[in-house]
Every structure is written in C-alpha cells, then in structure tokens.
C-alpha cells in the first residue's frame, strides 16, 4: 500500500505540473489568465503607490534591484529581531536575542533558507513571527521564482522582464490565494490560528500545562507552499500544531511539490517545445524517485547493534520519528523536503540511520532534483548545458542549446555556478572540523557539521540537530554561506541568461544534439551522477559511509 501510495503520489505531482505550470507562464510572461479581472486592478494599484514601472531591465539592472530589495529586508528584520522584547512591551530573557542569531536568523530567512538556530516558541513574539517569519516567506521565496523566470526568459530569447512587477506578481497571484486556501484546510485539521501567544489547559492526569499558540497556520502554509521550511515551533512539522493528521503530512507534501516541477512546464512553452521541458522533468524524477528506496529500506532496517544486544529490531529505526508518520511517511517527507529543497522536517534527521542520513545531504549536495522556487531548475540546465557541451566536444561540433551557442563566456559561468556550491560546503566543512567546531567526536560529529554547511549552501534549512549551533561561530560562518550560496549564484545565473539572450539563434541543423530526447535525459542525469560523485563522495564517505561501516 505505501508503494502504491507513492506511485498515487508521483502522478498527482505530474498533474499539478501541468496545470500549475500553465498558470504559472501566464504570470511570468505575463499572459491572460482567468484572475485577471481581478488581480490587475489589485496589482496596478501596487504599482502606482511604489512607483513601478513597466520597463524591462537587462540582467544587471535586475540583479541590483534584487540586492537593493534584500539588503532593505535584511537591515529591517535584524532591527525588528534585536528589538522585539521593546516592540511588544513583554519583559522575558528568552526574547533578548544576541546579534549573532538575529544577523543569522535575518540572513536565513531573506535568502529563503530559513535555517533555525533558535526555538520559534520560545525565541520570538508573534509579530516577530508574523513580520520577519512568514512575511520574508512572502518576499524571500518570490524572489527565487522571479530569478528563475528571468532565467527560463534569457535562454529562451525573451526580455528578463522587470523585477518589481514579477516579484508583485507572483505574490499576489501565487503565492498569496494558494497559502489562504491551505491556511483554511489546515487550520480545518486542529493547526492554531490566534493572536494568543499561549494557552493553559488541564491535563488527563488533572495537572495544567501551558502550550505555546500563535498564528500557526498562515505560516505553514507559505512555509510548505514557498519552500521555505521554518518552524513556528522548534520541533517544526513534527509538532502536532504544525502538523496533526495525516492529511496534512500528505498536504505539507503536495504544496512544497506544487510550484518546482511546474517550472519544466513553463520552460517547455517558453522555448515552444513541450518535450523540452518533459525532458529536464523526466531527469529530475528519476533523480528523486531512486533515493526514495534507499532511504526507506535503509530506516526499515534499524539499526544492527539493536539486535546484537538482544532487543527487538522488527520495527525498524523509529528513533527520532513521530508514530503517527512511521518510517515511510517520515522517510518520503525527508526525501521531498531536501529534493524540493524545502527544510520542513516531520522527523529528526540527526536520529536516521547512517544511510538514511546520507540520501538528505546527497539530495542538497546535487541541489538540482526539482529545487525550490525554481533553483533545482535552473541547476538542471545548468548541468544540461555542461552535458550538451561535452558532448560537443566529443563530435567536434561546437555546442548548442536551444539554438544558441554555448562558447567561452557561458561556460566559464556556468564552471563557476557549479563550483561555488562544492566550495561553499567542503572548505568551512574543513575549517569547522580542523578547529574542533563540532559537537560530537567520530564519523558523526563530520556528519553534523558536513550537513549544516550543505543545508546552508543549498538554502534548504533542515539540520542535522544534535549539532549545538547557537554559538557565534555557527551564526556568522552558516550566514555567510548562506549568502554566498544565495546570491553568487544568483548573479551567475542572471549573467548566463543574459549572455544567452544576447545571441542570435543558429538554423537548426539535421546533425544537431537534441536536447527533447532520451538519449540527451540519460546524458543529463550521467552528468549530475557523475559530477556530484566526483565531489561529494570522498566527504559522505568520512561520515554517513564510514559511520556505516562500524555498526
């Protein structure tokens, strides 16, 4: 049955791909769409307050408008975290937040990472929840959508379009009706709803016990839907208020897959051929669906010590798992949430076994199976191009995508695309373990501090939390990876769709490399598998592998 449910799973995500997608292009490219009526008298009234103009930007006008609009959401959440204890007039340590955590915690949330290193319940007011949590939400993930809509624009040979009207765009017709729409199903399913910031109630033993309350479920719902994965509670959505059923697991589920396959859509009808864009699709699946087993036979098993010390290990490693998930639901929610890079956790990923451990960090490391807000996407074509490239080469034809020319100026940013991520995860990884800034010793303390910065540089957020990050030098060392994981490949990305855009298409030719085929989808997940196994794999063996190797 859980099979069968995945499979259930796997084609209601292919059909929301095409219908989310369709809509999905109407906002990028701007075309006509049944909420028009409606959303472009609310979208025109935004536009003249701001001052908004219309005009398309090239790629460096769009990239400094994104930094000017992130560096003014930076400065304004560290101020509003640094002061929250003032704002809401409440006297409690607990809220005096040092200016390590909020520069990380400002850092995290604009850069769509929404890596946690404090506990939401106890750490923050509901305004800080509600201003510098759920609002950056908002703005944080719109803005991975914009870049990648800008990208998908400059290698198909339109405008990139302008970054102000893209980013009002897909707030107020994306991201915004679909997070309401969740936010009344899930607060349907027991998820709070409240300005109340706690609530006393009596137990069944007769004892009182206060429980933390807040607006929960506005936040879970942009939280999934974004692909952001920040917690209004520090056990995240493995807390019952976050997520109580199991429709709302399976809900959680499908909007964090609901945006980032659709971008193969739009990619497709952009360049005016579907298969395209089935093809980038059919890649990334196959990267996703493989690790599901691995995973899941993997945390079946348990752990081998159980049974040498004569206790029973016949239901598999629940260390760490919510009963009501069991090890499938935790372990297809632990898949999703890094493939989409996301970070919402319905599990503790400290607590997998060393295996099941290894498939999250492998699944960051590639950064390119689905993403979120369209960064799984762009990495995909990234690596599209390096493999159309390679290819060239061994026919001695100069390379083509898309009926553009790939020469020296693409690919050398698209060799420093891919080596900033590898970089950004193994030199501090290096660094933190060579001056003993992990937390525990052995082939698992690595794998802490290997999974923070690979959390970090791939803006997904999860962690692995036995590692004791609130001090200064994690704050500073994860933000500034998480800065650099951000917006380096973000301006490298713009620059290659720029450079794309500024060359004339090429007549196609019978000899060409088709890039709508299944030779070219094998081409593409060889290079992924092969690239990423050539740099990751000596560090996964250090610790999940040999971790494994001494049970």
Not at 348 to 376: Q, Y
Request: glycine residues 10%; neutral net charge.
């Amino acid at each position: 049955m859980e099979w069968i449910a995945l499979l259930i799973l796997i084609g209601v995500f292919i059909f929301i791909t095409i219908y989310v997608g369709k809509y999905m292009y109407s906002i990028l490219f701007n075309k006509k769409s049944f909420i028009d009526p409606v959303m472009d008298k609310v979208d025109n009234s935004i536009y003249k307050v701001c001052g908004i103009k219309g005009t398309d930007m090239n790629w460096k006008q769009y990239i400094i408008a994104l930094l000017i609009t992130n560096l003014i959401m930076f400065v304004v959440g560290f101020i509003l975290l640094m002061t929250q204890q003032y704002i809401s007039g409440m006297k409690n340590e607990l809220l005096d937040m040092n200016w390590h955590t909020a520069f990380n915690t400002a850092i995290s949330f604009i850069t769509n990472t929404n890596l946690q290193d404090y506990t939401g319940e106890l750490n923050l007011t509901n305004i800080s929840q509600m201003i510098v949590i759920t609002m950056y939400m908002f703005t944080s993930s719109a803005t991975g959508f914009a870049v990648a809509g800008a990208f998908i624009k400059g290698i198909t040979g339109h405008p990139l379009g302008n970054f102000y009207r893209d980013l009002t765009r897909i707030i107020t017709r994306l991201l915004l009706p679909i997070s309401i729409v969740a936010s009344i199903i899930l607060i349907s399913q027991g998820v709070p709803q409240t300005l109340d910031a706690h609530r006393v109630v009596q137990t069944l033993e007769g004892e009182t016990q206060t429980l933390a309350m807040g607006p929960v479920a506005s936040l879970e719902s942009i939280k999934h839907l974004g692909t952001n994965g920040g917690g209004f509670f520090g056990a995240n959505s493995s807390h019952p208020f976050e997520n109580p059923t199991p429709f709302t697991n399976l809900l959680e589920i499908l909007l964090m897959m609901l945006t980032p396959g659709a971008y193969c859509y739009v990619f497709g009808k952009a360049c005016k051929n579907k298969k395209q864009g089935w093809a980038i699709f059919a890649a990334a699946l196959f990267l996703f669906v493989i690790v599901i087993p691995i995973i899941y036979t993997s945390e079946l098993s348990g752990n081998p010590v159980m049974n040498d010390l004569g206790i029973s290990n016949s239901l598999g490693n629940m260390e760490g798992k919510e009963v009501r998930n069991g090890i499938f639901d935790s372990s297809l929610f632990t898949v999703v949430t890094t493939s989409f890079t996301t970070g919402s956790v319905n599990n503790m990923h400290d607590s997998l076994t060393p295996i099941g451990g290894a498939v999250p960090m492998w699944n960051m490391m590639l950064n390119c199976i689905f993403g979120g807000k369209g960064v799984g996407f762009i990495n995909l074509i990234i690596y599209a191009m390096l493999g159309v490239f390679i290819c060239g080469l061994m026919v001695g034809r100069t390379p083509e995508f898309l009926r553009r020319k790939i020469e020296g100026r693409e690919m050398k940013l698209i060799a420093a695309t891919i080596l900033i991520h590898p970089i950004l995860i193994l030199l501090p990884s290096a660094i933190a373990t060579a001056i003993g800034q992990a937390t525990l010793g052995g082939y698992h303390g690595f794998s802490e501090v290997l999974y923070q910065f690979t959390t970090s540089a791939a803006n997904n957020g999860s962690g692995f939390e036995g590692l004791g990050d609130t001090t200064m030098f994690w704050n500073v060392s994860a933000g500034i990876v998480m800065l650099l994981g951000r917006y380096l490949s973000m301006i490298l990305m713009l620059a290659l769709a720029g450079s794309m855009l500024s060359k004339t298409e090429v007549p196609e030719a019978s000899v060409a490399f088709r890039t709508d085929k299944p030779l070219f989808v094998g081409v593409l997940i060889a290079t992924i598998l092969i690239i990423g196994a050539l740099t990751f794999l000596p560090a996964l063996v250090l610790g999940p592998g040999a971790e494994f190797l001494t049970m």
